[in-house]
């Protein structure tokens, strides 16, 4: 057990009083709260240690640094007794007249600070009392319903400090009714962030909440002794999707929360995302317009919306090429423009991707009737395909300036036609974005209506704010053609095989640094940098095989494993396979993209694996050149 801990609550709050007025006295200028903190925490063991204990919420298990509630008490009663003075333009700390004329030598902490400080308190608690009988008064009102969703305690790696704007968030919370949360909030940080500046028990950004979902959650029931396993339920969570508005440069905390509700009460912030009454949301939307002057014009009591990151047109596009060239690449890019944070590996709700095959039917895509089974008792329901769940999350979202994207990989693969089926009629679409003409389709239509997404009696489009992309290998064998009436509802793209620049350029980076480009040991004497290797390739394949441009290589091939092993291993089992069997078979030139000794594929497979030279002195000088 530290030292603090053997203290008294309010001798706690007393020991901070004299080192935050020795370090703001000794400064040469106004200091942040945090840089109070810093060198406080520097100047005291005791107060480091305290400092760097975390302690855990018996009531909610989560964690929650001590000492930063301290600090704040006993910043705050500097700043009440006019011996702190908090800076408007810049929110810096710096000592009142009243201040600099204090003896730290000889002061009396608990008479001459503390003691007279609970004057105020007195006078705050009463307020508080006041407010809280308000609000008592007002829920009890059956339109007035408050409720405080709880935070995704379970996910350890969460935090608001990790947000980008534009980025979406879906957050299961827990309520004590079915209550509306809102339509906007604060990120609450329960706990510090990676830095300094990001410190706990602050608010680091604004968010929109721009939907509402069920979510599967699996949850441990109990454990059988016996059988020693445990069992597990599947039950349906309310979650609320979140969008990142604004990021705050310096958290605010709760202490200047509190300053802001003076005389309407405090916030209780317990789990991170919470509902409040209306009345501190005005006064909280006051102070955003007056912190964020570019979000006055979308803001108000309510709701705010988000402008930037969004696309200015509905997309509808084919991108098409050789295998690898960066296709999916090109993808994330354009889902960037909405999700910046976003990765391949995110769940967001508003991404949907498939992959489409030659048994893959309308049923897939659009949905089907299947037997659904519920409390063991078995019903037939409408089970949407991914086009139908795609379609519902656009609706419900248009006012908001959501981007919904459906990714179609390998569009050539199926039969388009037959798996769009009455779907095609809603991919025109007019000036506005939307389908110029409806359809009536039962299934769609009921689910639509269930979920909240069009009212009866309106036709099913597809709203400006979905888009729809999907991608053709050109060089695949034994694909269906898209027929001309297709292609001319979608914009197609030609995705080249030229390498793709690293954008930005790192600050110590070269012009020619590449996405995707990594070293791969052929020999014990000769390593290939790929994006060069593949120029050289594709440039036998055009000039000295004869062949199209769809057999080809893109940048994206073969992907970096990071692992010098696991990169011989894809050119031996990817790379290799593709150049005998779908390149060199096919050229009739009698030019080769490997040693003249080379006469088989087992040959070509096993001299590679055995480290030994298999290239062409075409292509290796093709590659010296590049």
Same mark, same amino acid.
């Given at each position: 057990?530290?030292? #603090?801990?053997?203290?008294?609550?309010e001798?706690?709050?007393?020991?901070?009083?004299?080192?935050?007025?020795e370090?703001?006295?000794q400064?040469?200028?106004?200091?942040k709260t945090s840089?109070?903190?810093?060198?406080?925490?520097?100047?005291?063991?005791?107060?480091a240690?305290?400092?760097?204990?975390?302690?855990?919420?018996?009531?909610?298990?989560?964690?929650?640094?001590?000492?930063?509630?301290?600090?704040?008490?006993?910043?705050?009663? $500097?700043i009440v007794?006019?011996?702190?003075?908090?800076?408007?333009e810049?929110?810096? $700390?710096?000592?009142t007249?009243?201040?600099?004329s204090?003896?730290?030598?000889l002061?009396?902490?608990q008479k001459?600070?503390?003691?007279?400080?609970?004057l105020?308190?007195?006078?705050?608690?009463? *307020?508080?009392?006041?407010?809280q009988?308000?609000?008592?008064?007002?829920?009890?009102?059956?339109?007035?319903?408050?409720?405080?969703?709880?935070s995704?305690?379970?996910?350890?790696?969460f935090?608001?400090? *990790?947000?980008k704007?534009?980025?979406?968030?879906?957050?299961?919370?827990?309520?004590v009714?079915?209550?509306?949360?809102g339509? #906007?909030?604060?990120?609450?940080?329960?706990n510090?962030?990676?830095?300094?500046?990001?410190?706990?028990?602050?608010?680091?950004?604004?968010?929109?909440?721009?939907?509402?979902?069920?979510?599967?959650?699996?949850?441990?029931?109990?454990?059988?002794?016996?059988?020693n396993?445990?069992?597990?339920?599947?039950?349906?969570?309310k979650?609320?999707? /979140?969008?990142?508005?604004?990021?705050?440069?310096?958290?605010?905390?709760?202490?200047c929360?509190?300053?802001? /509700?003076?005389?309407?009460? !405090?916030?209780?912030l317990q789990?991170?995302?919470?509902?409040?009454?209306?009345e501190?949301?005005?006064?909280?939307?006051k102070?955003?317009?007056e912190?964020?002057?570019?979000?006055?014009?979308?803001?108000?009591?309510?709701?705010?919306?988000?402008?930037?990151?969004?696309?200015?047109?509905?997309?509808?596009?084919?991108?098409?090429?050789?295998?690898?060239?960066?296709?999916?690449?090109?993808?994330?890019?354009?889902?960037?423009?909405?999700y910046?944070?976003?990765?391949?590996?995110?769940?967001?709700?508003?991404?949907?991707?498939?992959?489409?095959?030659?048994?893959?039917?309308?049923?897939?895509?659009?949905?089907?009737?299947?037997?659904?089974?519920?409390?063991?008792?078995?019903?037939?329901?409408f089970?949407?395909?991914?086009?139908?769940?795609?379609?519902?999350?656009?609706?419900?979202?248009q006012d908001?300036?959501?981007?919904?994207?459906?990714i179609?990989?390998?569009?050539?693969?199926?039969?388009?036609?037959?798996?769009?089926?009455?779907?095609?009629q809603?991919?025109?679409?007019?000036?506005?974005?939307?389908?110029?003409?409806?359809i009536?389709n039962k299934?769609?239509?009921?689910?639509?209506?269930?979920n909240?997404?069009?009212?009866?009696?309106?036709k099913?489009?597809?709203?400006?704010?979905l888009h729809?992309?999907?991608?053709?290998?050109?060089s695949?064998?034994?694909?269906?053609?898209?027929?001309t009436?297709?292609?001319?509802r979608?914009?197609?793209?030609?995705?080249?095989?030229?390498?793709?620049?690293?954008?930005?350029?790192?600050?110590d980076?070269?012009?020619?640094e590449y996405?995707?480009?990594?070293?791969?040991?052929?020999?014990?004497?000769?390593?290939?940098?790929?994006?060069?290797?593949?120029q050289?390739?594709?440039?036998i394949?055009?000039?000295?095989?004869?062949?199209?441009?769809?057999k080809?290589?893109?940048?994206?091939?073969?992907?970096?494993?990071d692992?010098?092993?696991?990169?011989?291993?894809?050119?031996?089992?990817?790379?290799?396979h593709?150049l005998? !069997?779908?390149v060199?078979?096919?050229?009739?030139?009698?030019?080769?993209?490997?040693?003249?000794?080379?006469k088989?594929?087992?040959? $070509?497979?096993?001299?590679?694996?055995?480290?030994?030279?298999?290239?062409?002195?075409?292509?290796k000088?093709?590659y010296?050149?590049?």
């Amino acid at each position: 057990m530290g030292y #603090f801990d053997k203290l008294p609550a309010e001798e706690q709050v007393s020991y901070l009083i004299k080192p935050i007025l020795e370090v703001l006295s000794q400064a040469s200028t106004s200091l942040k709260t945090s840089e109070i903190r810093s060198l406080i925490i520097q100047a005291d063991t005791k107060i480091a240690e305290f400092a760097n204990t975390e302690y855990t919420s018996k009531r909610t298990r989560n964690t929650y640094n001590k000492f930063t509630i301290k600090f704040g008490l006993a910043l705050k009663e $500097l700043i009440v007794l006019d011996i702190v003075e908090r800076q408007i333009e810049d929110k810096t $700390l710096v000592l009142t007249p009243k201040g600099r004329s204090l003896n730290l030598e000889l002061l009396d902490v608990q008479k001459e600070i503390r003691e007279k400080a609970q004057l105020y308190w007195k006078e705050h608690r009463n *307020k508080s009392k006041k407010q809280q009988s308000k609000e008592d008064d007002m829920n009890k009102e059956a339109s007035r319903r408050i409720c405080r969703a709880i935070s995704n305690s379970e996910v350890s790696d969460f935090s608001w400090y *990790k947000m980008k704007v534009g980025d979406i968030v879906t957050y299961k919370y827990e309520s004590v009714d079915d209550s509306y949360i809102g339509e #906007f909030g604060l990120g609450y940080n329960v706990n510090g962030g990676e830095t300094e500046e990001q410190i706990s028990s602050a608010v680091s950004c604004i968010f929109q909440v721009v939907d509402y979902t069920d979510v599967l959650d699996v949850s441990e029931k109990d454990t059988s002794k016996k059988r020693n396993a445990s069992k597990q339920s599947i039950i349906l969570k309310k979650a609320a999707v /979140l969008r990142c508005v604004h990021v705050f440069n310096e958290p605010i905390s709760k202490a200047c929360l509190d300053d802001w /509700l003076d005389g309407s009460g !405090q916030i209780n912030l317990q789990g991170g995302f919470i509902c409040i009454t209306d009345e501190k949301a005005n006064i909280i939307t006051k102070k955003i317009k007056e912190l964020i002057p570019q979000l006055s014009n979308d803001i108000d009591d309510k709701n705010i919306i988000l402008s930037e990151y969004k696309q200015e047109k509905p997309l509808q596009v084919m991108y098409y090429g050789a295998p690898g060239t960066g296709k999916s690449y090109r993808i994330g890019s354009l889902i960037k423009e909405s999700y910046p944070g976003y990765t391949e590996y995110d769940d967001n709700p508003y991404v949907f991707r498939t992959t489409i095959y030659r048994d893959y039917s309308y049923f897939d895509f659009v949905g089907n009737i299947m037997p659904v089974t519920k409390e063991g008792k078995v019903s037939y329901e409408f089970v949407p395909g991914i086009f139908t769940t795609a379609l519902c999350a656009a609706l419900r979202t248009q006012d908001r300036n959501i981007d919904v994207y459906l990714i179609l990989e390998e569009m050539s693969r199926g039969d388009i036609a037959s798996i769009f089926g009455d779907i095609f009629q809603l991919l025109d679409r007019d000036d506005t974005g939307k389908s110029m003409y409806g359809i009536n389709n039962k299934s769609i239509y009921e689910y639509l209506i269930l979920n909240g997404a069009i009212k009866a009696g309106h036709k099913i489009i597809i709203p400006s704010n979905l888009h729809i992309i999907g991608t053709v290998n050109t060089s695949d064998q034994n694909v269906n053609v898209i027929d001309t009436a297709f292609k001319r509802r979608f914009d197609f793209k030609y995705i080249g095989v030229d390498p793709i620049t690293v954008d930005p350029i790192p600050v110590d980076g070269k012009d020619d640094e590449y996405v995707n480009n990594f070293d791969i040991k052929f020999t014990n004497s000769d390593t290939y940098e790929w994006v060069k290797l593949y120029q050289a390739i594709n440039h036998i394949i055009i000039n000295d095989l004869g062949l199209a441009e769809d057999k080809q290589l893109g940048p994206f091939f073969l992907k970096d494993k990071d692992d010098d092993d696991a990169n011989r291993e894809q050119v031996a089992d990817k790379l290799l396979h593709y150049l005998w !069997q779908d390149v060199e078979r096919v050229s009739y030139t009698g030019a080769s993209l490997f040693d003249d000794s080379i006469k088989s594929f087992g040959q $070509l497979y096993s001299t590679f694996n055995n480290k030994k030279n298999i290239l062409s002195e075409s292509v290796k000088q093709v590659y010296g050149n590049l």
